[in-house]
């Protein structure tokens, strides 16, 4: 465990609050905690959620896949080091937990176009019959390596690392911006 | 984004998702075999007409290395695995 703590601060501390009006939202998500979950090579999801849902029931079992045999678990509620501790030495040693909440970014785009939007950077076929809700994309967009994840029926959150999410932030404003014309242009 | 590649785990993505790592040599010499041998192991390629076979690094998506069969006179890609089936095979 590490001897230091690490402190989890908002890229988006001046976030002016969203235009509610706006017909694509972006809106980062505050709080809670990204943990990049590493399985040995025989570790399988069902496993894995049954045993978090065990051990830490109320923080959810919401695992992305990134990769074989790896996942993000992420929540919402704040998770202290101490009970992540607590967490890693009740799951079986078949699965290591390394916090990246620091690290890691959510953000969520929604609107009616924001599939259209995530396609002007992706290529990850994002169509609501091919990608459910809850299903997850290691993918990038534009250069930026992101996780997509569509959290509702026209709303996809994305996680990506800190460094990133402000260029990728811009970006996404700036895919959106032909829907989201001042009320005087249209 | 016009050159498509299938990684066993992501799916169908675009070539710029990837990184080229190069041939799938032959099988590594052993420790102690002549220097020829490993010179020729390490910096010789063949550069075939036709089939050959390439390490992908999927650093866009799952991060995983694949090897790909890919025709060098017609570009098409087939039969992409996990590298570690490589090891399942004995040839690592
Ligand atoms: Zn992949």
């Known amino acids: 465990m590490r001897d230091y703590l690490l402190e989890n601060r908002s890229p988006f501390l001046d976030v002016a609050a969203a235009d509610k009006g706006a017909s694509i939202r972006l809106a980062p998500v505050t709080g809670g905690f990204v943990f990049h979950v590493l399985g040995d090579a ?13 051990i830490a029931q ?3 079992a919401d695992v992305r896949k990134s990769a074989p045999n790896q996942w993000f678990w992420v929540g919402d509620a704040d998770v202290s080091s101490d009970q992540r501790a607590e967490i890693q030495s009740a799951l079986s040693s078949q699965f290591a937990l390394c916090d990246q909440t620091h690290g890691r970014v959510r953000m969520v785009l929604s609107g009616a176009s924001s599939r ?15 990608f459910a809700i809850g299903q997850s ?3 990038q967009i534009g250069h930026i390596g992101a996780m997509i994840t569509r959290v509702e029926d026209d709303s996809f959150e994305l996680i990506v690392l800190r460094s990133f999410a402000g260029s990728l932030w811009d970006e ?7 829907f989201n014309k001042p009320a005087s242009m249209s | 984004m016009s050159s498509l590649v299938k990684c066993p785990h992501c799916g169908l993505r675009p070539r710029e998702e990837f990184t080229i790592r ?14 020829a041998v490993w010179f020729d192991h390490v910096y010789l390629r063949d550069n075939p007409r036709g089939e050959n076979r390439e390490y992908w690094h999927h650093s ?4 995983r290395w694949l090897v ?3 025709n060098t006179l017609t570009h098409e890609t087939s039969d992409v695995v996990d590298a570690s089936t490589l090891k399942a095979e004995g040839r690592a």
Not at chain 1, 42 to 54: P, Q, T, V
Not at chain 2, 22 to 35: L, N
Request: net charge negative; glycine share 10%; proline share 3%.
């Open chain 2, 60 to 63: 866009g998506g799952c991060r």
């Open chain 1, 116 to 130: 259209t939007v995530l396609a002007k950077g992706t290529m990850v076929d994002l169509s609501a019959d091919l």
């Open chain 2, 22 to 35: 190069g041939e799938v040599a032959a099988p590594r010499p052993d420790a102690g075999a002549d220097e």
């Open chain 1, 172 to 178: 996404l404003q700036h895919m959106a911006t032909e």
């Open chain 1, 137 to 139: 994309a290691m993918t």
């Open chain 2, 68 to 70: 790909l069969s890919r």
């Open chain 1, 58 to 60: 109320e923080l959810g």
């Open chain 1, 42 to 54: 025989k570790s399988d999801e069902a496993a894995l959620k049954k045993a978090l849902a065990k």
